[in-house]
């Protein structure tokens, strides 16, 4: 019987070429009992920080087991693979050590031990490549599967080395909520690096200001409790503050995107809104 019989995969390799099949075909070809579950491979291309809150959103879902997260715009250069071990050995995240996997350690409490993969007895070459997913992460991945150790795989390497992950946060500043547009899913809504208790000094009634203008939202329970095309404020599935419409793509009325920034401001109906200055919001290293 495998150590681990699920491999969880995400990727930016999109469907449309070979590359996910590959992968597959290569972690069965090594370890036949193996199941492996695509998370999605639809990340946009080369996006380091959607690939990793992808994965956070994912994580507390996942089978354990290993974790394959390739979104490694550095391919080829000296970044390290790395595998890492979480929970007390119940998974193990395999990737670039370029932050992809970063916020899903930190998640988990930490880092077990961490390894650099270069033993050319558990990947396809040594040399720098452009296919690493096929190359090195899908063997790793396959290999730990199969029962070796973690540290077959390469030397030991210092958690605390890790490339972290860049998470935004909010800023209060005269009364206003500064915040970032963290993800816009399939149905157009705009989820945003708010917590729901960071809402609480304001009315039920909002002022959202953005780039293009401002909006006037409503907190709301469900999508259901909003009226034809009104602004809603809800707590999505995530347990963050979303941006939505009922039955469309609030990110398509209002013009966001991921990185969009949105000020929350109390509403008077009185007093036109606030000229907004963009601004830079911090980030957190994990």
Sequence with gaps: MPRYDTVSFLSDYGRVDEFVGVVHSVIRSI?????????????????????????VRAANYLAPGVVVAV?????????????????????????????????????????????????PD???????????????????AAHLCNGVD????????????????????TREEEGRLHAE?????????????????????FDETIRLVMDDGSRVA?????FADLDPNEIGLIVDSYGLVAIVLDKHSAAEEL???????????????????????PVQLGQRRT
């Design 150 to 169: 973690l540290s077959e795989l390469g030397p030991a390497i210092d958690p605390i080395s890790l490339f972290p992950a860049m998470i935004p946060l």
């Design 218 to 222: 409503r907190r709301v329970g469900t």
């Design 71 to 119: 979104i490694d715009p550095t391919v080829g250069t000296p970044r390290r693979p790395i595998a890492v071990e979480i929970g007390g050995g119940s998974s193990v995240l395999v990737g670039p050590d370029n932050g992809v996997l970063a916020a899903v350690v930190q998640l988990c409490g930490g880092a077990d031990r961490a390894v650099e993969i270069v033993n």
């Design 181 to 201: 547009v963290l993800w816009v899913d399939h149905y157009g809504n705009a989820q945003l690096n708010v917590d729901p208790d960071e809402l609480e000094t």
């Design 122 to 140: 558990y990947r396809f070459t040594t040399e720098p490549g452009t296919f690493d997913g096929r190359d090195v992460f899908a063997p790793a």
């Design 31 to 55: 370890a036949p009992e193996v199941r492996v579950i695509d998370i999605t491979h639809d990340i946009p291309v080369y996006d380091v920080r959607a690939g990793g809150l992808a994965l």
């Design 255 to 277: 013009g966001l995107s991921s990185t969009s920034a949105v000020t929350f401001e109390q509403f008077d109906e009185s007093r036109p809104p606030s000229t907004i200055t």
